[in-house]
T-cell receptor, first 114, second 118 residues
Framework: DQQVKQNSPSLSVQEGRISILNCDYTNSMFDYFLWYKKYPAEGPTFLISISSIKDKNEDGRFTVFLNKSAKHLSLHIVPSQPGDSAVYFC?????????????FGTGTRLAVRP | DAGITQSPRHKVTETGTPVTLRCHQTENHRYMYWYRQDPGHGLRLIHYSYGVKDTDKGEVSDGYSVSRSKTEDFLLTLESATSSQTSVYFCAINERLAMRNGVPDTQYFGPGTRLTVL
């Protein structure tokens, strides 16, 4: 039972355009959501997070939107750069807005074309 | 950089042999985790620890055991490796930064260990 779903295994975007990565969840107890980026042969690195009390969080080129009623979140990258090419994982926690015991999605591979 | 190292980085072993993977951290974090990453599954939590000798099972703990006798080391053991345990294993720490204003609470991951069980 996949509680966190990333239904698009891959995404290709032109450099300079917007990348939108989507994530859906089923567990209504999740109250904290994170996005990680992973390059080959490296561990995932934290990008941005959002608490369930917010619907938007922005950090530079990265913005995460949360729609609790739809149990959906998305990561927007604007403008996309070739260095953004990586696998992106959505993760969720039900541990009172902490980063404890994360449940991950299956990942979306983003390719940014020069 | 959260000072996390994993050893070995690569290992090939045979079915039925015991295997121990080591995660070492240098910054005295209490919370440590072991995940495996597989295609189509993302990262799945195997075991976690909230301190020395305080460990618990995660989502996919069958066939794995852990030990934490020192704060800095979290060991993952496959008592009798099987081909289904071929995977990339990641260790992570959580700094429990939730109380720090403006700093998100998150996990920091090690570089991973690629394990192949033949």
């Amino acid at each position: 039972d996949q509680q966190v779903k990333q239904n698009s295994p891959s995404l290709s975007v032109q450099e300079g355009r917007i990348s939108i990565l989507n994530c859906d969840y089923t567990n209504s107890m999740f109250d904290y959501f994170l996005w990680y980026k992973k390059y080959p042969a490296e561990g995932p690195t934290f990008l941005i997070s959002i608490s369930s009390i917010k619907d938007k969080n922005e950090d530079g080129r990265f913005t995460v939107f949360l729609n609790k009623s739809a149990k959906h979140l998305s990561l927007h990258i604007v403008p996309s750069q070739p260095g953004d090419s990586a696998v992106y994982f959505c993760a969720a926690s039900a541990e009172k807005s902490s980063g404890d015991k994360l449940t991950f999605g299956t990942g979306t591979r983003l390719a940014v074309r020069p | 950089d959260a000072g996390i190292t994993q050893s070995p980085r690569h290992k090939v072993t045979e079915t039925g042999t015991p295997v121990t993977l080591r995660c070492h951290q240098t910054e005295n974090h209490r919370y440590m985790y072991w995940y495996r990453q597989d295609p189509g599954h993302g990262l799945r939590l195997i075991h976690y620890s909230y301190g020395v000798k305080d460990t618990d099972k995660g989502e996919v703990s069958d066939g794995y055991s852990v030990s934490r006798s020192k704060t800095e080391d979290f060991l993952l053991t496959l008592e009798s490796a099987t081909s289904s345990q071929t995977s990339v294993y990641f260790c992570a720490i959580n700094e429990r930064l939730a109380m720090r204003n403006g700093v998100p609470d998150t996990q920091y991951f090690g570089p991973g260990t690629r394990l192949t069980v033949l």
